[in-house]
């Protein structure tokens, strides 16, 4: 049972290239986010997820891109990287309300 | 907007000292609140959480956290800590009606001196 898994660990980027980090769970959950963590800031919520088809921003959606269309998957894109995106990004997965969110391992992103 | 606030960006102990960290929220209505740990290199992991009854709770490896609705507070506290207790501690507070939203605060590098 792997939980929530994360690829790629590590990705270093150019200035306005794009990609795609994955997010994969087993664990059938409903809820699925993304969150960006930088120093001294905490975790910050991107966009997220109730359930395939449904999709909304969270504090710091700019730039940023989801899609859910299965319950496994929930790919997080950048259209077009800035230095400012520079940051571990985490894919964090509940099931029912006021369960506490199982977090993946992170990928680490740099921009130059 | 909702904001948690952890007053203390870097707190080092030695070990055995008590441990005492703040985490205050600003929402007025129905909160549920967490403490998260992250290990150097590694994901966040569950602590503690306080949904309803008793104030104060009790979470995995000896810590606790008392929510004090009055001064909308959750401080994380354990009586001695260890060398592996050092970590980055992140209070997390969703509130009620939010789909499974956690806004976090910015987190308490914690450092245990041997």
């Known amino acids: 049972n792997a939980g929530v898994t994360q690829t790629p660990k590590f990705q270093v980027l150019k200035t306005g290239q794009s990609m795609t980090l994955q997010c994969a769970q087993d664990?059938?959950?409903?809820?699925m986010s993304w969150y960006r963590q930088d120093p001294g800031m905490g975790l910050r919520l991107i966009h997220y997820s109730v359930g395939a088809g449904i999709t909304d921003q969270g504090e710091v959606p700019n730039g940023y891109n989801v899609s859910r269309s299965t319950t496994e998957d929930f790919p997080l894109r950048l259209l077009s990287a800035a230095p400012s995106q520079t940051s571990v990004y985490f894919c964090a997965t509940t099931g029912e309300k006021g369960s506490p969110l199982h977090f993946g391992n992170g990928t680490r992103l740099t921009v130059t | 907007a909702q904001s948690v606030s952890q007053h203390n960006h870097h707190v080092i102990l030695s070990e055995a000292a008590s441990l005492e960290l703040g985490c205050n929220y600003s929402?007025?209505?129905?909160?549920?609140l967490f403490w998260y740990v992250q290990y150097p290199g590694q994901h966040l992991q569950l602590l503690l959480k306080?949904?309803?009854?008793?104030?104060l709770v009790k979470g995995i490896k000896g810590f606790e956290a008392e929510f004090i609705k009055s001064k909308f507070s959750f401080n994380l506290r354990k009586p001695s800590v260890q060398w592996s207790d050092t970590a980055e501690y992140f209070c997390?507070?969703?509130?009620?009606?939010?789909?499974?939203?956690?806004?976090f605060g910015s987190g308490t590098q914690l450092t245990v001196l041997p």
């Open positions: 664990m059938n959950h409903e809820y």
């Open positions: 997390a507070v969703k509130r009620s009606g939010s789909a499974r939203q956690l806004t």
């Open positions: 929402y007025g209505g129905t909160v549920n």
């Open positions: 306080y949904f309803s009854g008793d104030p």
